[in-house]
């Protein structure tokens, strides 16, 4: 059995659920309070896939806004990324098209998933399926999660733990 | 052979069917024979050709070809002299240029494992320097430490600097990271069995993090990297190379030759797995090898000697203390018990009355002094106190005690050798030995002067004068004088005798008067029994008168003269001798005579 280490980052908007969709997944846990973060957070989770298992060093960025840009030295080195969005506001699917074009930019086209938080709070979403359609090009896997119920959490990770470990 | 060489090319023109049909007839095996031969000589010159030509080709130069050769020319060449070195050297130089100007980084991870030592070597030459001019201010310091370690240096015999290197060697390495530089995965790690442990992926990831963050948040240059984190005794030492960082936890002080042996180990990882670093895609297997590499950085280094060895100075220093303060104690204690002594022996002594002492600066003493008795100042340096350290104020005064009385008696009545004072019962003055009757006398009256004393006793005192008169008495009683049988004249001898006797009889008389005696001499006339009684009476009187005459012929007052006299019978055992005189001198006392 080989285990393979991979560095996966959290990128987002600010406050889409980053640290929370990480809760969930490694500690299966989920916070109504929010926190938010500063620089960056780590944590590990080991990943099967297949007859092997995948160390995942996630990297939970603190997540962008209008006076914070993430800086581009914590996305070096790694395997792949999970773009969260909030699916209750438009304008962090804007925020996580603008990082993905920087991290292709910066790092060239990289496994990712992308994942539209907030699932149980599907009846205030702002964004559509039409909205998605800007990364039907990017081949990427979209998957609607909710940190809160944890539906879709385990899947996003999964996915991507795949998609990187061939 | 000749034939068919010549034959083929006339007839064939001229009668070619026909001699065609007989050359086949006739040479049909000739004919064979010779195609075979063409084939043979046609196959001969097309691999002569290609022999030749392959020889061409081999005799020229073609890249595959030098690249075969070139090994053991340059080889070859080098040996030969410096021509090959001279003509390639500009070539190497420029293209050493070129390739730091079209790309540094690769030139700088090519050189980077080689890099480290070369620079070490120069930087410890420097350091050695350094360390010496350290050793002047440390030299100088006057900083307990300081002083300590350079003690520490003299014991040992070790150069002082060992010394001060010695004392920071206290560490221990608790963990060592390999962490992939780039996405800050963990490559290998190590750690010492008694630290505890996060863990290692979380830790050199948010080490890389911490790292980005600040390169992120403060103005750095690219190349800066961070190289130490610091929070209480706790020190993270980052190692950075091209693709791979090593991190140590270090708990306590760890010397400067740990960062020189984390970049040999840097620079080994480097060196060994190049390839793998620089394609690192999250396997760690291939680096498990270097395992050991990470297990001799897990040093500890305690402070052994330290522990082995209790700190001598300062439990010296303490012990001096202590025992200066113990012997200053001891001796302040003595000084006291001394003082108390003498003062103690001061009040002991006769006539002399403490009323207070004390010591300051100086050893005071007040009291009162009978100036009969003896310096005080006497004990007190028999004690040690010398006059200059003692103020001493004392009171005269008369004491009552029998032992001052004793003194002052004896220097009132200025006593004779041949007389002892003592004190009996406490308060009784007895007097013993032997003195005069004069002396007697003049003491008995002064007695009353004397203070101290309830009564006097003079029952051992022997009267000398009275011992002297009995001497005298019993020499006065021994004397015999003899006469010749009816004879009453003292023979000339006799008188002589009695001559002598005078000085006694005075001497005798003159005492008795001391002691108020009256001196009474008896002088018996004795007269044997042969003839007449009356004859004999006569006789023993006229015998005694003569006796008598002759002592107030030389001077005798006869009021000190008695005569009487005697017939001795023949039983008498004085019979033989019977003719003679015998003195008796007895003392009367004279108050019997006073009225």
Known sequence: MVMLQKKICMLGGFSVGKTSLVARFVKSVYSEKYHSTIGVKIDKKLIPVGDNEVNCILWDIAGEDDFYTIDNSYLRGMSGYILVVDGTRSNTLDVASELNRRVESLLGKLPFILVINKFDLVDEWEVSDLHLNKFSDCHCTIIKASAKTGEGVEQAFHTLACRIST | ?595
Do not use: C
């Not at chain 2, 040996?79 to 540094?104: D, F, R």
């Open chain 2, 1 to 595: 052979m000749s034939v068919t060489s010549s034959s083929p090319d006339e007839p064939a023109k001229q009668a070619e069917p026909r001699l065609n049909e007989l050359k086949s007839l006739l040479l049909s095996d000739e004919l064979e024979r010779l195609q075979q031969l063409q084939q043979q000589h046609k196959a001969f010159v097309e691999q002569t050709q290609e022999s030749l030509h392959r020889i061409k080709e081999d005799s020229r130069l073609t890249p595959e070809r030098l690249a075969e050769q070139l090994p053991e020319a340059v080889l070859r060449a080098t040996h030969q002299g410096e021509a090959l070195n001279n003509s390639l050297a500009p070539t190497i130089e420029e293209s050493i240029k070129i390739s730091v100007t079209k790309n540094p980084k690769g030139l700088v991870n090519a050189i980077f494992p080689i890099l480290g030592p070369a620079i070490r070597k120069a930087i410890s030459s420097s350091l050695y320097d350094l360390m010496q001019s350290f050793n002047h201010v440390i030299e100088q310091s006057i900083s307990w430490k300081g002083l300590k370690w350079r003690l520490e240096s003299i014991r040992t015999g070790k150069p002082f600097a060992d010394i001060v290197l010695l004392h920071s060697l206290l560490y221990s390495v608790e963990q060592v990271f390999l962490i992939h530089k780039t996405s800050g995965l963990i490559l290998l790690h190590e750690t010492s069995p008694q630290s505890a442990n996060q863990d290692p992926g979380l830790v050199s990831g948010m080490l890389t993090a911490i790292q980005d963050f600040l390169k992120d948040s403060f103005a750095t240059q690219p190349h800066d990297d961070l190289e130490s984190l610091r929070m209480g005794d706790l020190t993270i030492w980052i190692e950075p190379g091209p693709h791979a960082v090593i991190a140590l936890v270090i708990r306590g002080n760890a010397p400067s030759s740990l960062r020189n042996t984390l970049q040999e180990t840097v620079e080994k990882i480097h060196a060994r797995h190049a390839l793998e670093l620089e394609g690192f895609s999250g396997n760690t297997i291939p680096f498990d090898v270097s395992q050991p590499f990470l297990k001799q950085l897990l040093k500890t280094q305690y402070q052994e000697e330290q522990k082995s060895r209790p700190p001598l100075i300062p439990l010296a220093i303490m012990a001096i203390s202590i025992l200066a303060i113990a012997a200053w104690s001891i001796f302040i204690y003595l000084d006291h018990k001394r003082w108390d002594a003498a003062v103690n022996e001061l009040a002991a002594e006769p006539g002399i009355v403490i009323l207070s002492h004390q010591i300051n600066d100086k050893y005071s003493v007040t009291g009162l002094r009978d100036p009969l008795v003896a310096d005080p100042m006497d004990i007190l340096s028999r004690h040690g106190f010398g006059a200059t350290q003692v103020q001493a104020n004392w009171q005269a005064y008369h004491s009552l005690q029998p032992e001052v009385g004793l003194i002052r008696a004896r220097q009132v009545l200025s006593p004779p050798a041949s007389v002892d004072l003592n004190i009996t019962a406490d308060t009784i003055l007895a007097f013993s030995g032997q003195a005069s009757s004069a002396w007697i006398k003049q003491t008995q009256q002064t007695l009353p002067t004397l203070l101290g004393f309830s009564h006097y006793d003079f029952s051992q005192l022997i009267n000398s004068d009275a011992m002297l008169l009995q001497g005298l008495l019993d020499e006065i009683n021994s004397t015999v004088f003899y006469f010749a049988s009816g004879k009453t004249k003292l023979a000339d001898k006799a008188l002589l005798r009695l001559n002598r006797l005078m000085q006694t009889i005075r001497s005798a008389i003159q005492l008795s008067n001391s002691l108020e005696k009256t001196f009474v001499l008896n002088i018996s006339g004795y007269a044997d029994s042969q003839g007449s009684a009356t004859l004999n009476a006569n006789l023993s009187q006229q015998r005694a008168r003569n006796v008598r005459h002759a002592l107030m012929d030389l001077g005798l007052n006869g009021k000190h003269l008695q005569t009487s006299s005697h017939i001795l019978d023949q039983s008498d055992e004085r019979y033989e001798s019977g003719r003679r005189v015998m003195l008796k001198a007895t003392l009367n006392s004279t108050s019997t005579r006073r009225p």
